[in-house]
């Protein structure tokens, strides 16, 4: 009967350990995409080429350095996090579960087709006004590396709602 209860207690110990886990991907996937957004954003307002002062460019600069800074932080946390899960087989099965590689499969396929909804707006527009090319593909860029990761968080979220 005590192996009974040993068995029992490792396997709460376990999915306590895999909640636990599954809300630090989410959480180190939420605070990445802000960094890389404010990071990419921020910059992107040079393209536009507006008359700001010194005191505006430096101001958007440091925040684009720290939003920079937030998301290689995260980037790395996921990274560590991964090989951890490579030294810990059965949490790194129960993390990537069937369900969990549906969504990643489903976010980069919601991530194709905004990248050539893009394309094709980008296209037609550049029919009627000159388009700068490096504007272009940063901004294809940024909205490849956002929109598989809101599409994951959203259908991540669904299926704790669903759960509930």
């Known amino acids: 009967m005590g192996s009974i209860g040993y068995i029992i ?9 895999i909640t636990q886990l ?8 939420q605070r990445s995409l802000i960094g890389f957004a404010i990071w990419q954003l921020t910059y992107l307002i040079r393209y536009l080429h507006l008359d700001t002062g010194k ?11 720290i939003g920079g800074i ?9 990274v560590l996090l991964s090989f951890l899960m490579q030294k810990k087989r059965p949490l790194a099965i129960s993390l990537n579960n069937e369900y969990v590689q549906m969504i990643r499969l489903k976010s980069f396929t919601i991530g194709f087709w905004v990248i ?6 980008l296209f037609a527009l550049s029919l009627f006004v000159t388009l700068n090319i490096q504007l272009v593909l ?16 959203i259908l991540e979220k669904d299926e704790v709602l669903d759960d509930e």
């Open 116 to 121: 050539l909804g893009l394309v094709g707006i």
């Open 55 to 65: 005191l505006i460019t430096g101001f958007t600069a440091i925040i684009s350095v």
């Open 138 to 153: 940063h901004l294809l860029l940024v909205i490849a590396v956002i929109s598989p990761l809101v599409s994951y968080l």
């Open 9 to 17: 207690e490792e396997e709460i110990h376990l999915a306590s350990e």
């Open 22 to 29: 599954e809300k630090n991907r989410t959480t180190f996937i």
């Open 70 to 78: 937030v998301w290689a932080y995260y980037l790395m946390r996921i």
